[in-house]
């Protein structure tokens, strides 16, 4: 099992563009249970290594910060977009497709 989770975070869908889609996150993986307090209702845990999210530009940083600090990590490889080139009058096409 990987203590972190290295991967490229998808765009937010509130994001018209993708600034920062292009950063590497590293994410530690929960280590305890989350519980409900009873009182207030509230989720908490114990594992405060689960509130930790770090960036970097690239992956082979994120995998150097890993190596370094003996963490065993596991990488996620991005879905790559695929673009279809349309034109403006394809959204009034006879034969559209709804």
Excluded: C
């Amino acid at each position: 099992m990987a203590d972190v989770r290295i991967f490229r975070p998808a765009k937010n869908a509130m994001q018209s563009g993708r600034a920062k889609s292009k950063r590497w996150a590293l994410e530690f993986e929960p280590q305890a249970r989350k519980t409900a307090d009873p009182l207030m209702g509230w989720i908490g845990s114990a594992d405060t290594q689960g509130q930790l999210h770090l960036y970097f530009e690239t992956k082979e940083e994120a995998i150097a910060f890993a190596e370094k600090n003996g963490l065993a990590y596991r990488i996620e490889e991005p879905k790559e977009r695929r673009m279809q080139p349309k034109s403006y009058a394809a959204n009034f096409a006879f034969k559209r497709m709804f």
